[in-house]
């Protein structure tokens, strides 16, 4: 991983953001996926669809490489950013702890405050998150993808426990980071509320 180093999303950038060729995946006896190719490059996004079970969550870890695949190959062309079902929260940590860590984990230059308002997380950005609601938890993970610029977001039902202001707040980020440059990867239950380039169904 890039510790620490500021990705430009916009620029000249040569081929895919991501691709992937072959990918097939099982899990204990069955075969979740054979077959999967995909590529997104600057400005694009991949919604995953699938009933529950049907290995949304594990295509997503193998693009991120959290996961190894039975076959295929994943190439990303930079770093990218990891947003899964569990925020990734300590109860302890507050909304400006946790992003407070990230941000100089990364050494990231974002303003703390303006990400915390971005966010709606001003009024409850000191309360830790074992008293936070689920939608304030969320908003504080999602936060994480304003500290750093990373070309790639790789999203897991990004709209869970969000109501429609945090959902359309999602939206705006994801339109923000396609517009300039970046590329998204996400898997959706439901109405994506924009129209993805590409789609993969499993
Ligand atoms: N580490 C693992 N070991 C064994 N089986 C696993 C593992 N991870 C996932 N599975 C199984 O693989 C299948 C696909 O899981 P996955 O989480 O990828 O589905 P999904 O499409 O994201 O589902 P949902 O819509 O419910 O989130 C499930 O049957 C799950 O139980």
């Known amino acids: 991983m890039l510790r620490g180093v500021t990705s430009p999303v916009s620029g000249p950038l040569s081929g895919p953001l991501l691709s992937a060729t072959g990918l ?12 999967v190719g995909l590529s997104i490059a600057a400005g694009e996004s991949l919604v995953l669809r699938g009933s529950n079970g049907a290995g949304k969550t594990t295509l997503l870890r193998i693009l991120a490489g959290l996961t190894r695949p039975e076959t295929g190959d994943v190439t990303r062309s930079g770093p990218h950013h990891w947003f899964a079902h569990r925020e990734g929260l300590k109860p302890h940590e507050t909304p400006r702890t946790h992003l407070g860590l990230w941000s100089r984990a990364w050494g990231s230059e974002s303003d703390l405050d303006s990400v915390l308002s971005r966010m709606g997380l001003k009024r409850p950005a000191d309360v830790p998150a074992r ?36 959902r359309d707040l999602v939206l705006e980020l994801i339109e923000d980071h396609l517009k300039g440059g970046g590329g998204v990867v996400a898997a959706i239950h439901g109405e994506s509320g924009f129209v993805p380039t590409s789609e993969v169904v499993l």
């Open 24 to 35: 097939g995946m099982i899990r204990g006896e069955r075969v979740l996926f054979t077959g």
């Open 131 to 166: 008293y936070l609601s689920a939608g304030q938890r969320r908003r504080t993970a999602l936060g994480r993808l304003l500290l750093e610029q990373r070309p790639i977001w790789m999203l897991d039902e990004p709209y869970t426990a969000l109501d429609a202001e945090g």
